[in-house]
């Protein structure tokens, strides 16, 4: 099959968060199983240029329809640890790609809606007739709708569309513009509330919703988010739709590629290891310990890594480093907040706790620590208040770091408590699991994870390679993209 994904990130050469592993994830797996994949990106100025070899220009002068006008774009090509990706560089004076950030511009929606439509021209005028154009999130919403309206019509009509939501919180919701620069205009048919109408603002279009129309198939990340975003509020008002949809809806739980998340052969990590040599794993936090100066005691190391925003519980977040502390623990958090309030919050809690031999609060985005982390820590908290999936318990996991999560989304479909959990064996059993959002369900679980470390070392360490003996790669949610791919193909 040949298979386009069009999306705003590609790790390790644009990553805000999960979404860009996904993308690199599933390309890679597909790839090895003998299909072709290409990936249409923007080509933003703040990108990680030093991952992308043989950078060139592959198709100059592309005349993307804007606003009955036009914008002329460039687009790059290059490979991304073997993934073959296209950069569109649009030249116009709103910069849309040049701001120096992914996200967090006040035109998001029209940045990210020109994309929709360049990438589509690119497909167009470079006669690439995928089989399948697999697309994520609000930013590439557009796309089913200007294939289906428009592109349809001029010569793309065996392309069948598959959409994955990996956040419903950010729905890309805009106004009439984008119909009038995109060239939809129509404003009167997009606005129905069966296609783009936002579910609680009749007077702006919802991209995200116009993705779930219009796709053959949409899936979220994991098989509890899907039911969440169906049944429960997860879906940010677009529980309604995907009822509507949901013939053409499920979830499929994300993977990690094991390539870039193995402890066994990270370039990332000093000391290799696997369940067989546990042990090195040690050698590692040791080394975590020297690189953030912290203290050479017998104590276990509790870690934090993710965005620091309302989804991931901050509030949890910022509890679990005093509790780790007050229960004799050490603490590591690797974490970025857009948020300013939330951003000033855990700065002012890093000069805090600056000369604290125990803890480290490091702000930032930082891939290569992010490694070291996971291969140095005993305990990872994963406190979300919402989470579609999740990789970072999953990469816990793989580095024989033990999960506490709050059991939502597919932390449930991946985390299974030690203690309590009904469907598992205890050989089978991982983690560590609360519900509730409150400091106490937290500390009950930290309790019972720091607990176990000190006082039962053995029993530890067996929860730990039990987790390391989890397939979360790309293998089965990859067998399962593809059935659907069929699916959709052949319908
Ligand atoms: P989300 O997509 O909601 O941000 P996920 O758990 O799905 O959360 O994916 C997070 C990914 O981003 C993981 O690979 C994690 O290691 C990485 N990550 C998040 N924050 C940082 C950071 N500050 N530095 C390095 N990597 C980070």
Known sequence: MYIVQIASECAPVIKAGGLGDVVFGISRE???????????????????????????????????????????????????????????DPHSDDLF??????YGCEDDPMRFAFFSKAALEFLLRTNKRPDIIHCHDWQTGLVPVMLFEVYKYHGMEDQRVCYTIHNFKHQGISGTDILWATGLNREAYYFASDRLCDPFNPFALNMMKGGIVYSNFITTVSPHHAWEAHYGDCGYGLGH??????????????GIDYEVWNPASDRYIPHHFDADTFEEKAKNKKALRERLWLAHDDKPLVAYVG??????????????????????????????????????????????????????????FNEELSH???????????????????????????????????????????VFDRDYDNYHDPDKRNGYVFFQTDNTALESAMDRAIGLWYHYPKEFQKLAIQGM???????????????????????
């Open 30 to 88: 597909l790839e090895k199983r003998g299909h072709a994949v290409e990936i249409v990106l923007p080509k933003y100025d703040c990108m990680r240029y030093d991952h992308i070899w043989g950078l060139h220009e592959a198709y100059k002068d592309l005349v993307v329809p804007w606003y009955g006008a036009a914008i002329y774009c460039d687009v790059y090509c290059g490979w991304v640890y073997g993934r073959l990706c296209f950069f569109i």
């Open 307 to 364: 965005r620091l925003d309302q989804q991931k519980g901050v509030h949890l977040v910022h509890h679990a480093i005093y509790y780790a502390l007050h229960r004799n623990a050490q603490f590591v958090l690797l974490g970025s907040a857009t948020e300013k309030g939330i951003n000033n919050w855990f700065w002012h809690e890093k000069n805090h706790l600056n000369n604290n031999p125990d803890c480290h609060v490091e702000i930032g």
């Open 97 to 102: 790609f040049n701001r120096g950030c992914y």
């Open 241 to 254: 739709t995907i009822h509507e949809h949901q013939h053409k809806f499920g979830g499929v739980l994300n």
């Open 469 to 491: 003996e989890y397939d979360y790669s790309w293998k089965n949610p990859g067998t399962q993209y593809l059935s659907i791919y069929e699916y959709i193909r052949h319908k």
């Open 372 to 414: 070291l982390i996971y291969a140095g820590a005993d305990i990872i908290i994963v406190p979300s208040n919402f989470e579609p999936c999740g990789l970072t318990q999953m990469i816990g996991l793989q580095y024989g770091t033990v999960p506490v999560v709050r059991g939502v989304g597919g932390l449930l479909n991946t």
